[in-house]
Nanobody, 124 residues
Framework: VQLQASGGGLVQPGGSLRLSCVASGFTLDYYAVAWFRQAPGKEREGVSCISSSDSSTYYSDSVKGRFTISRDLAVNTVYLQMNSLKPEDTAVYYC??????????????????WGQGTQVTVSS
């Protein structure tokens, strides 16, 4: 059972990136998936979540209107499209699968599998 996060990189302010989270060993059809991020010297925070039950999506206030979470069950993958990136978006981004099908906040004990993280750096 594994989650593999990828797609990070260096981008200028205002630019875009798309992160991918591929699951292996289990199907994402039965679990909500969230993206978290951790900036240097800060605690990890939840950014966005997508429920598997009805594909409802949720965003933190800091990314609402700029980030879009989606999933493609055919390839067992969840994406995070990040537009209008700001320097404060710089962080290591992690994906995680929830214990249940519905998003219910970002308490880390509710997420049982985690990807390894992918670095996003927004800088000119």
């Amino acid at each position: 059972v594994q989650l593999q996060a990828s797609g990070g990189g260096l981008v200028q302010p205002g630019g875009s990136l798309r992160l991918s989270c591929v699951a292996s060993g289990f199907t994402l059809d039965y679990y909500a998936v969230a993206w978290f991020r951790q900036a240097p010297g800060k605690e990890r925070e939840g950014v966005s979540c997508i429920s598997s039950s009805d594909s409802s999506t949720y965003y933190s206030d800091s990314v609402k209107g700029r980030f879009t979470i989606s999933r493609d069950l055919a390839v067992n993958t969840v994406y995070l499209q990040m537009n209008s990136l700001k320097p404060e978006d710089t962080a290591v981004y992690y994906c995680a699968s929830h214990k249940y099908r519905r998003c219910s906040g970002y308490a880390e004990y509710e997420y049982n599998y985690w990807g390894q993280g992918t670095q996003v750096t927004v800088s000119s």
